[in-house]
């Protein structure tokens, strides 16, 4: 089945940029969503297709998507950013959802 | 806005049947979404139980497919998830969800705030 790899943690200071990747055989021929997961909350949806935000979410999130690997970056990080984020692809072969393993993203 | 809840027992005795029920509001389960279940084991990270569509179709992880039931009640605008033969294993928190499609590829757009369910005596 399709494996999806992630860094476990990228820490960053704030105001500076993050950029969290997610590694595949070929996952650019797939399109790439990307979830920010608080502690104790249920994931949200910051990244779709790629590259698209869905309402409400800050330019500062973005996405790009070529080879093996897709990026979340993260600009001008704030506090507020510190979460797990989960990358997910939907798996042609098995018809199924496949999650990384998520990322820390401590801000210090 | 649309709003999904779960709901269902917190504690499960170790072989018995886990039942969650996820109730849709602020929209209709009929309209052309799947409506999956996705969980999380503390401190982990996240596995796809199985999604059911609007007219009743069925899709299930091949890992979990021998023990999971996912059904939809659509006069009631709810989905719910039976999984059997539960073990400590099966501990986490349980999050119903829709399912979004896009350009053939699929998301999830909408999270319930998810429910801890722990299997033990």
């Known amino acids: 089945s399709y494996v999806l790899t992630q860094p476990p943690s990228v820490s960053v200071a704030p105001g500076k940029t993050a950029r969290i990747t997610c590694g595949g055989n070929?996952?650019?021929?797939?399109?790439v969503h990307w979830y920010q997961q608080k502690p104790g909350q249920a994931p949200v949806l910051v990244v779709y297709?790629?590259?698209d935000r869905p309402s409400g979410i800050p330019e500062r999130f973005s996405g790009s998507n070529s080879g093996n690997t897709a990026t979340l970056t993260i600009s001008r990080v704030e506090a507020g950013d510190e979460a797990d984020y989960y990358c997910?692809?939907?798996?042609?072969?098995?018809?199924?959802?496949?999650f990384g393993g998520g990322t820390k993203l401590p801000v210090l | 806005q649309l709003q999904l809840q779960e709901s269902g027992p917190g504690l499960v005795k170790p072989s018995e049947t886990l039942s969650l029920t996820c109730t849709v509001s602020?929209?209709?389960?009929?309209?052309?979404?799947?409506w999956d279940w996705i969980r999380q084991p503390p401190g982990k990270g996240l596995e796809w139980i199985g999604s059911?569509?609007?007219?009743?179709?069925?899709y299930y992880n091949p890992s979990l497919k021998s023990r999971v039931t996912i059904s939809v009640d659509t006069s009631e605008n709810q989905f719910s998830l039976k999984l059997s033969s539960v073990t400590a294993a099966d501990t986490a928190v349980y999050y119903c969800?829709?399912?979004?499609?896009?350009?053939?590829?699929?998301?999830?757009?909408?999270w319930g705030q998810g429910t801890l369910v722990t299997v033990s005596s």
């Open positions: 969800t829709r399912r979004r499609r896009s350009s053939g590829w699929y998301y999830f757009d909408y």
């Open positions: 602020g929209g209709s389960i009929s309209n052309s979404y799947y």
């Open positions: 059911v569509y609007y007219n009743g179709n069925t």
């Open positions: 070929n996952i650019g021929s797939k399109s």
């Open positions: 297709d790629d590259s």
């Open positions: 997910q692809v939907w798996d042609i072969s098995s018809d199924h959802p496949v």
